[in-house]
Every structure is written in C-alpha cells, then in structure tokens.
C-alpha cells in the first residue's frame, strides 16, 4: 500500500494555524497588543484603517528586538517565554505560544521594525503570505513597530466573511479597551481612519474607567477589594440603578488577562439577587491576582477561557466581596425597574394605543393574500378636508379581503370608492366590506364574515383574535406591530424620503467615546430616517430634529440616543444584518406595542390590516411567527374526539 501521509508546507500550515488564532482584525489587534504590553511598553499607539481591513499598526517603546529575533518572531512556536513544560504552569505574561506572528504573517502584507535600547540601529523585516520579502538594518525609534496590511489578502474566502466596518470597529473597540482597562499604568491612543479616537495617559484604575466607559460612570461605581492568602480580588461594581437590559459593561481580569467565565459571572450576579430585577445586567470590573500554579491558560486558542484549581472558593469569595461592597455603600435600588428601559418612545408608532382614526387606506392591493385577510377601513366624510397631508408617510399598501385566485386575475387594481355598504365599528370608524371587482365571488364560504359579525378582539393584553370564515386567527400583537413599523422604516430609507421635526431648541449630546465613533458612522442612516443629528466636537452632537413621525423627544435625549446605539449593536451583532436593518429592527422593536399593553377595540382592526398589507406578514423581524391560523374544521374534530 503506497505512503499517503505527506506533511504540509510551512505556508499552509501557518494559514491553518491563523484560522483559529486570526478570526478578524480584532484578533490582530489583541495579539499585537499584548505583545507590545509583554515587551515592557510604558506607552502604545494603535492605530486603525477601515475597520483594520486595510491598515493595522502598533507602535511601541518596549524592548525591541535584535536582528535574530526579528526574524525568529516569524516562525511558528518560537516563544521567548517557555523553556520546559513546567513554564506552562507559571505564565505571567499574554503571548506565550509563538503562533500569532506566524499566523498573521502567513494571511497578510506585514512590515516590522524595531530596535533595542542597546544598538543604534534597528531592523526592518518585510513578509508576505509567510515569505520573507526584505531584511535588512534601518533606521528606526526604540521599541517595536509594526504594520497588518490587507488582511487575507490572499485568502479571500476568509476576506468575504468579515462584516461590515462598523461592526469590525466595534470588535476592535472592545479588544483595544479590555487591554487599556487591563493596563491602567501604561499609556494608549487610538486612531482610527485618521481621527484620534482614544487618548489615554497612564493614570490609576478609576480614572482609566472614566475616560473609556465616559465621565458618568464616576458616581456609577463603587469600589471592591479583598485579600486572603488564596488570591488578591480588587475592582468596581455598578450601583443597581444603573443596571442595563444590555451587557456588555462586564468585565473579569485573572493576573491582568482578560476572560469570559459564566460561572463568575453568576457569582457577581448572586450578590444583586432582589437589587436588580431579572434580564439586566450591572457594571462591574473585578481583578483577580492569584498564583499561575492556580489556574490553566492554556485551554482556549485565543486565552480568554481558564480553569481554576477550586472554582467553589472563588466563587464564595466574589459574592462575598461584591455584596459587602454593595451592604457598605448603602446601595439600594433607587428606580422603577418594573417600567420598561427600552429605549423610549421617541416615535409615536404607526400604531399606539392613543390613536383615534387608523392611517389613509393607499390606493394600490397587493396580490395573491388569502381569504382571511381583514377589511379596509373608511374615513368618517367629517373630517377636515386634506387633514391626513399633515401626517401622510411612506404608503404602506392595506388589503382589502379577498380569495385566492390564479396568477393571470392577479394584477388589477383596487377601486376604494365610497359605496353604501359601511358599518360603523366599535372605534366609531367606517368599515367597508368591498371585493375587488375582478375578484368578486358568489359563494358564501369564500366571503368573509360581515365587520359586525366579526370584530377581532383582545386576549389577556398580548393577543388579538380575528374571527375568519375558516376559523379564526390569533396575531402576537407585540411582534404583528413589530413587523409593521420594520417595513415602513426599511421603506424610509428605500424611498430616501425623510421626514424632520426640528426641535424648537437644540439639544446637545455628549457621548462616550466608542458611541460617538458608532453614531458617526451610521449618520447617514440615522439622518436618512429623519434625525438631523451634526457633530459639535470630537465625542459631541447637535441633535436639531427627529422624524416627523417621533412627536417631540423625551427630555432626555441623551439617554434615549445611548439605550438606540446600545440596541443596534445588540441587533447589529446578534443578527447577519447590515446597518440599515439593524437600525430599523432597532426602532421597530423599541416603538413596537409590548405585551400587556391594552388597545382599544378599533386599534385591533387597524393592526390586523395593517400587518397583512406588509410584504412579509406571516413573521416578525426576527423570524418569529406573527399569527397563528386556527381551522374550524380541526376545532368541531376536536370536539368529535371528546364526545366519541
């Protein structure tokens, strides 16, 4: 039997290697990082082009590196920092196994120089696709510095994975302040497509909290400390009123690594048991300094998961700290949590609680709907001439009922003039029962019932039932609504149409940093749904409008713009979306009528028309399903079932 086992070239084994270490432009950042942190740097500049897809470099005043080990840096498991097995369990430093430069190189254009304090000249190391292009002396500062550029370059299927900039961004942010919070005594910038984004000078722990996370979270924190001879714990944790329906402000550090671990996390959350409701989060930063012997590092390609020798006792002592760190502060929640934190209704919905008379019925049916859909609705003749011009918006297409049909009857219009066959509903409105002529039927099964015979109504404050010929059906009237504001916000900006109320006074927005860099980028898109949002500074904006549809803003416009950029990279994140979507599933569910919310018989109407003229009627943004459709014939079987 022939030899079929060959070992691979160096080439694609280091781009193996770089699928579990570089998953991004983030990974780059966190290796470089970290091993600018390792060489001794007192200060380190990152800095950033197109979200790292075209540009990332590090520049430090560490150690440097001698002509060998410039190039030695290069091949994979070359380490400085293990010399035997043993050293695996007494690791004190951030990169240790020798492959991030390895694999970088072998998916990138990379450009290293660097120089040790001792010699007067540096070294410059060119490679690509993990080929060495040029080495040689050169002229160059203490320290290292070194530049990514196009990342996979050469394997573009990796390169067509990667999501937008802004989401890319977000993922460097995030790795960029774990590191600066981690290193409170070593100074960092950031620049990102030229713009200074962090400034960051070498300061105590507290004071490098506040100039990441933002001024505010100065009177948010309260501080942790405890020592034993089993570890040394220190940190913040957040009063409860300022706990968040959102993570993302959690953070764990052991020896200065940053890590995940559910099972801490439970831990800090036990000591908020009946402070904070269920399903938010609080702020906290907790260090844990223990011996290396302790703990394995060495479970996770990217080392942000460890292992404990005794989990129970850390956990025993963290809830103990966070809770008497909460008990000697006199915390106690101070807010309603009951009241829903979503982002407050800066839009009146398409549909709400408080509406007296439904939208102007378009003029144009879509086709092939079933037999089910709900009537039209007609304007009381009472009504100010012109009156809906002043609230008029993208025309979102509501159905009048009809029965299936073939494909060739399908395209016709619909004739909305006024007959004599109206009945007033319950809201007072006049409700037509009017087919299409090309669509009219004689037979009374294919009819749907008279709007006085079949009055949708509410269940338990979350559903609406409507009675159907074949049965009924019963719509989710959070998601139904949900649904509903989605496509007329995605046909905002398909129309390119926006609609702005200026505000009688400017309100000036000043946030944190990383929401300041969010909200500049999705600009066009906020201002394409009617916002007129200007910059007024490097971390400041002007907010001078809202969309004609919002009302007026809720005072605190600086909380409501924070809790929207919040959302929109929970959606942003958690859904393969691009920015225009994530924006409007994010309004769409913050204005969206909730559960428990009570509407008044002629709102049910309204939401059932409107959710069946939508493109996409049968699930909500999030591909729940809207509306469950119940058959007659399956309920009168049931009750055969039970009297046979």
Known sequence: MPDIIKLLPDSIANQIAAGEVVQRPASVVKELMENAIDAGATHVQLIVKEAGKKLIQVIDNGSGMSETDARLCFERHATSKITNAADLFAIRTMGFRGEAMASIAAVAQVELKTRPLTAELGTLVQIEASEIKLHEPCHCAQGTAISVKNLF?????????????????????????????ANPTVGFKLFHNGAEVYNLPADKLKKRIVGILGASYNERMVAVELESDFLRLFGFVGKPEFAKKTRGDQFFFVNERYIKSSYLHHAVMSAYEKLIPEQTYPFYLVFIDIEPARIDVNVHPTKQE?????????????????????????????????????????????????????????????????????????????????????????????????????????????????????????????????????????NDQDTPLPTNQALPFQLHNAYVLYPIKSGFVLIDQQLASERILYERYMQMFNNNLPASQQLLFPQTLDLSKPDAELLRLILPDITALGFDIAEFGQHSFVLRGVPSQAGMLNQDSQ?????????????????????????????????????????PAGLLQTLADQLFACQMPYVSPTGKPTFIEYALTDIEKQFERKRG
Do not use: C
């Open 153 to 181: 370059f050469n394997v573009p299927a990796r390169r067509n994975f990667l999501k937008s900039d802004a989401i890319e961004y977000k993922y460097i942010l995030e790795e960029f302040q774990r590191i600066a919070l």
């Open 559 to 599: 909380h409501t713009i924070e809790l929207l950029l919040e959302q929109f990279k929970i959606n942003l994140a958690n859904l393969k979306t691009n920015n225009q979507e994530a924006l409007a599933l994010t309004m769409a569910k913050s204005n969206a009528l909730k559960r428990g919310e009570k509407l």
């Open 306 to 442: 460890i292992k404990f020798d005794n989990e129970q006792v850390i956990y025993t002592l963290i809830k103990t700290s966070v809770a008497r760190a909460l008990g000697q502060h006199n915390i106690t929640p101070t807010l309603d949590f009951e009241t829903d934190v979503n982002i407050p209704s800066i839009f009146t919905p398409l549909i709400h609680s408080n509406q007296k008379e439904p939208p102007l019925p378009p003029t144009k049916e879509r086709e092939n709907k079933k037999d089910y859909l709900p009537t039209t609705q007609k304007h009381r003749k009472s009504v100010a001439p012109n009156w809906e011009e002043l609230y008029r918006t993208p025309d979102i297409p509501i159905l009048t009922p009809q029965t299936e049909q073939p494909a060739e009857q399908a395209d016709f219009e619909t004739d909305f003039e006024d007959t004599d066959d109206a009945v007033t509903n319950a809201s007072g409105m006049q409700q037509t029962i009017t087919l299409p002529a090309a669509n009219r039927q004689t």
